[in-house]
């Protein structure tokens, strides 16, 4: 268990619809980061977020944004969805942006996997 | 454009033998590796890491190497066991700017240890 909660863990949807992710991360830290995991594809980094504030942003599609709250968790929403959004959807989290970088280690949530019909 | 490459989509080996997962990478800026390893239905974990100060790191049985110049690092698992059947993911990190953090991974390889 890396201490990263992902819900849902499977959803289900149409074209044109939207949803939202949520993840928890890991007590104490500070950064969210999202990737995305499509069929035999490597994970794709959408976004980071370091304590509310974004920090970095990837190959996210303008239909896609994201926020972190002040509690710390962070919300990814997917909008006017297509087939080829279908993918698994993973958070990760790490201690700090730079502090405690040593290992460089971000600890992953489960994922969510999403199915746009 | 894709940074960080994992050629072999597969690769599978006898259980107690050497397993060796290659890495290549393009962007010179990164400077801190990871090995993530990736069970079905599991996110991915960290298994082991290397800064580009070294060019090996050892954590019992994996060993990673790294060799700058040719923008290559490696994977070794000496022995290999059946429970190391997974996806493994290289991962590369340039630890400045705004990518601080962000971790660029490979396609990943899929490791499949026969008994």
């Known amino acids: 268990d890396s201490g990263v909660t992902q819900t849902p863990k499977h959803l289900i949807t149409a074209t044109g619809q939207r949803v939202t992710l949520r993840c928890s991360p890991r007590?104490?830290?500070?950064?969210v980061y999202w990737y995305q995991q499509s069929l035999d594809q490597g994970l794709q980094f959408l976004i980071q977020?370091?304590?509310?504030?974004?920090?970095a942003k990837g190959n996210i599609l303008e239909r896609f944004s994201a926020q972190q709250f002040p509690d710390l968790h962070s919300e990814l929403n997917l909008s006017s969805l297509e087939l080829g959004d279908s993918a698994l959807y993973f958070c990760?989290?790490?201690?700090?942006?730079?502090?405690?970088f040593g290992t460089g280690e971000l600890f992953f949530g489960e994922g969510s996997r999403l199915t746009v019909l | 454009d894709q940074q960080v490459k994992q050629n072999s989509p597969s690769l599978s080996v006898q259980e107690g033998r050497i397993s060796i997962l290659n890495c290549d990478y393009t962007?010179?800026?990164?400077?801190?590796f990871l090995w993530y390893k990736k069970y079905p239905a599991e996110g991915p974990t960290f298994l082991i890491s290397?800064?580009?100060?070294?060019d090996k790191n050892e954590d019992g049985r994996f060993t990673v190497f790294l060799n700058k110049s040719a923008k290559h690092l490696s994977l070794h698992i000496v022995p290999s066991q059946p429970g190391d059947s997974a996806v493994y993911f290289c991962?590369?990190?340039?630890?400045?700017?705004?990518?601080?953090?962000?971790?660029?991974f490979g396609q990943g390889t899929i490791l499949t240890v026969h008994p």
């Open positions: 990760a989290s790490s201690v700090t942006l730079g502090q405690g």
């Open positions: 007590s104490g830290d500070l950064s």
């Open positions: 977020y370091y304590n509310g504030e974004e920090r």
């Open positions: 962007n010179s800026m990164f400077d801190y």
């Open positions: 290397i800064s580009s100060i070294k």
């Open positions: 991962a590369a990190s340039a630890t400045g700017g705004t990518s601080y953090g962000k971790l660029t």
